[in-house]
């Protein structure tokens, strides 16, 4: 299928900027991309493939002949406008949370589980950033040898809750410096408390059982993807002064024996997965080394003792990338291969 139209709404925030990015980058086969965001930005120029397209508000006529719309507005405006899109003839990829946990919507990450595609009716879900990374890597180690119980916190950086989050680690930093390291402590706008030198043990807001809504997140979703709707998830999910690129640490007891060798090899021939593993070198994965790049990368594999068939590993992706701009991406290449895409 070539000559697609492709709107890509909340065009102007950092993960829209990064969907066209990627768009660009891969070539994807779009004869026209139409940015969209809201009233504040209509008129606006933004770039795409060497050139400046120009911003138009989002609405519910926005759709007529597009054939796949890539959302990332928040999902109060997901849930709004998506239906409009779908009813154009479009099929929405969603990267807000309004539709992941809908049984009759696909949650999908390509390399996981792209055969849920088929079933789509209009809508497919982008995962949490967060639930991307790490069932990329788990997967091959469930197709191997089952999985008994996850264990996962999570080091999650401030590009996750947003620009304005990016810009006040750098107003705190920069603030911590003039001062000295003497001075007041910084001001938190945009988060609970200050994030610079500090790590805030709170991504979205509590839930009833104590959980975050972040941490329920990863439960239900990794539950969903895998297809394991009974499996045991723990999840403790914290933010960190880091500004992109999620790191987390992940405990998982298979079903059956495998040891770190055997993990390393399955993951090593894992799409999506690069392994670096080379304690005696220094050699692991960061979040510096993550950003800006699209693999999910695995390391410090090592058996834990403490548990009857398990393991440990330190997981880090870029989660502009491939927690939500690089999958959605991938999920509509997926669509075109699979045949599922509708031409309006």
């Known amino acids: 299928m070539n000559g697609l139209r492709v709107a890509v709404a909340g065009a102007t925030g950092a993960v829209g900027r990064e969907m066209l990015s990627i768009l660009s980058e891969r070539k994807f086969p779009a004869a026209e991309v139409v940015p969209?965001?809201?009233?504040?930005?209509?008129?606006?120029?933004?770039?795409?493939?060497?050139?400046?397209?120009?911003?138009?508000?989002?609405?519910?006529?926005?759709?007529?002949?597009?054939?796949?719309?890539?959302?990332?507005a928040g999902?109060?405006?997901?849930?709004?406008?998506?239906?409009?899109?779908?009813?154009?003839?479009?099929?929405?990829?969603d990267n807000s949370s309004a539709y992941r946990m809908d049984p009759e919507v696909p949650l999908v990450v390509p390399e996981v589980n792209a055969g849920a595609l088929a079933?789509?009716?209009?809508?497919?879900?982008?995962?949490?950033?967060?639930?991307?990374?790490m069932v990329v890597v788990l997967k091959p180690l469930y197709e191997k040898a089952g999985i008994r119980r996850i264990v996962v916190s999570t080091y999650q950086a401030v590009s996750g809750a947003g620009q304005s989050a990016v810009d006040e680690l750098r107003r705190q930093v920069e603030a911590a410096g003039s001062a000295g390291g003497s001075g007041n402590p910084?001001?938190?706008r945009e988060m609970s408390?200050?994030?610079?030198?500090?790590?805030?043990?709170?991504?979205?807001?509590f839930l009833d059982e104590g959980d975050?809504?972040?941490?329920?997140?990863?439960?239900?979703?990794?539950?969903?993807?895998?297809?394991?709707?009974?499996?045991?998830?723990?999840?403790?999910?914290?933010?960190?002064?880091?500004?992109n690129a999620h790191s987390e640490s992940v405990n998982v007891e298979t079903e059956r024996p495998l040891s770190p060798e055997e993990a390393?090899?399955?993951?090593?021939?894992?799409?999506?997965?690069?392994?670096?593993?080379?304690?005696?070198?220094?050699?692991?994965?960061?979040?510096?080394?993550?950003?800006?790049?699209?693999?999910?990368?695995?390391?410090?594999i090592r058996r834990d003792s403490s548990a009857e068939n398990a393991l440990n590993m330190w997981i880090v992706s870029d989660n502009l990338r491939k927690g939500a701009a690089l999958n959605a991406v991938q999920i509509?290449?997926?669509l075109i291969e699979m045949n599922l895409l509708r031409a309006a």
């Open 36 to 72: 969209l965001a809201s009233e504040r930005s209509e008129g606006k120029t933004i770039p795409y493939a060497g050139a400046e397209l120009r911003v138009q508000r989002l609405g519910h006529d926005s759709f007529e002949g597009v054939d796949l719309a890539l959302f990332s």
């Open 75 to 93: 999902g109060a405006r997901s849930l709004e406008f998506a239906p409009s899109a779908v009813k154009a003839g479009a099929v929405v990829v």
């Open 119 to 133: 079933s789509h009716k209009g809508i497919i879900a982008n995962p949490n950033c967060s639930t991307i990374q």
């Open 186 to 188: 910084p001001e938190a």
């Open 193 to 205: 408390h200050p994030i610079a030198f500090n790590c805030l043990p709170q991504i979205d807001v």
């Open 212 to 243: 975050t809504k972040e941490e329920r997140k990863m439960v239900d979703e990794t539950r969903k993807i895998l297809g394991a709707p009974g499996l045991p998830v723990s999840a403790t999910c914290v933010r960190v002064p880091v500004y």
């Open 264 to 300: 390393r090899e399955l993951l090593a021939a894992a799409a999506g997965v690069e392994v670096i593993d080379d304690p005696a070198r220094l050699a692991y994965p960061m979040a510096l080394s993550a950003s800006g790049r699209d693999p999910v990368y695995v390391g410090r």
């Open 332 to 334: 509509a290449e997926a």
